[in-house]
């Protein structure tokens, strides 16, 4: 459970090239069943598509490192590893395969439920959450951990005072956990729009991610790739096709979001 990742300072104001990165989005990895949201990825399976990374020569990395490296140009052949809801299962399943690989990756954590389960999935099974002791023993060893707000509640639509919560609380919550800066932020359930984007911007973090493509894709709506455990090495060779073409339409946003006037 511990690659020794590079952890440079990415710069507030970087400028990368009109082109979206290319970003993974996992969720558990688990042998599971039950699984409504398909949410899950079987340990087997996971092992295949990061082989699959590394044959094509391609380096998983943590968001930190991969925007660090556009911004230096240097960035060609990675691709973001990113693990929403800070699943317990990341540890256990995720975490040895990807240091195996030299791969690294970011976590994204509810900090009001560690060590609790997945209420927010209504029709999914149960799962246990990493606990407070597990997420600054992952960030000591190098893995970015990341804020999915508060307690996994939807962006959009929240009153002005509420997203400050979200946003500024579970950042402070984090570094405190820590001991350190937390600058990334995911949207829970993907789901965001201009006044969430403000927010997360004006609690301070240097980047958030998104799902779609869209009007805000940017650097605090940063498009990213639903992988499944369908997905083997045609699918994700279509799924990496299909990004280049959804970036060519929408491209990269380098300006940061701001208020209408």
Known sequence: MEPEPQKPRLPSQATESRA???ILMYHSVADEEDDPYLLTVSPRRFAAQMDWLRRTGRRGVSIRELLAARA????????G???????????????PVLHRHGFT???????DLLGSDNGWDVMGPRKRLLTTEQVP????????IGSHGLGHQALPG????VLATQTRESRRALEELVGGPVTGFCYPYG????PATLAVQEAGYEYACAIDHGELTGRFALPRCYVGDRDGALRLTAKRGRHRLRDALTGLRQARPRKPS
């Open 72 to 79: 230096e140009g240097r960035a060609d052949h990675l691709v």
């Open 158 to 161: 929240l009153p002005p005072e």
């Open 105 to 111: 990756a970011t976590a994204y954590v509810v900090p």
């Open 137 to 144: 023993e992952l960030a000591a060893a190098g893995w970015e």
């Open 81 to 95: 590893l990113t693990f929403d809801d800070g699943y317990a299962d990341f540890a256990r399943h995720a975490v």
């Open 20 to 22: 979206a990165p290319w």
């Open 191 to 194: 789901a965001v729009d201009l």
